[in-house]
C-alpha cells in the first residue's frame, strides 16, 4: 500500500488479501511463478512511459479506499448496522 500511495507501481503475488489492496490487477502473479514475475517486471522496463500513469491510478485508488477518512466513514456505518440489529 505504502508504494502505490508513493505513485510506484507494484508487482505482487496472488495470495492473501493482496489482490483486494493492489490497484492494477494486470500485476498480479500467481505465488511461485518466478516467469511471469520476471515477465511482469520486463513489461513495466519496457514501456517505462506507462509507470507516471499507473504510478497515479494507484496513489488514487489507495486513497480512495484505504484513506484514513474513508476507513472511519466504512468502520461508523458498520458500527450503526450491528447497532441497529
Same mark, same amino acid.
Given at each position: 500500500?505504502? $508504494?502505490?500511495?508513493? @505513485?510506484? $507501481?507494484?508487482?505482487?503475488?496472488?495470495?492473501?488479501?493482496?489482490?483486494?489492496?493492489?490497484s492494477? @490487477?494486470?500485476? +498480479?502473479?500467481?505465488?511461485?511463478?518466478?516467469?511471469n514475475?520476471?515477465? @511482469?517486471?520486463?513489461?513495466? +522496463?519496457?514501456h517505462?512511459?506507462?509507470?507516471?500513469?499507473?504510478?497515479?491510478?494507484?496513489?488514487?485508488?489507495?486513497?480512495?479506499?484505504?484513506? +484514513?477518512?474513508?476507513?472511519?466513514?466504512? +468502520?461508523?456505518?458498520?458500527?450503526?448496522?450491528? $447497532? $441497529?440489529?
Amino acid at each position: 500500500m505504502e $508504494a502505490q500511495l508513493m @505513485k510506484k $507501481a507494484v508487482i505482487a503475488t496472488n495470495v492473501g488479501g493482496v489482490p483486494e489492496i493492489v490497484s492494477d @490487477k494486470r500485476l +498480479l502473479v500467481k505465488d511461485g511463478d518466478t516467469r511471469n514475475w520476471i515477465a @511482469k517486471i520486463q513489461e513495466l +522496463l519496457d514501456h517505462p512511459e506507462d509507470l507516471e500513469a499507473i504510478g497515479a491510478r494507484n496513489r488514487s485508488f489507495i486513497v480512495e479506499n484505504f484513506s +484514513l477518512g474513508r476507513i472511519s466513514k466504512d +468502520l461508523f456505518e458498520y458500527m450503526k448496522k450491528v $447497532a $441497529a440489529e
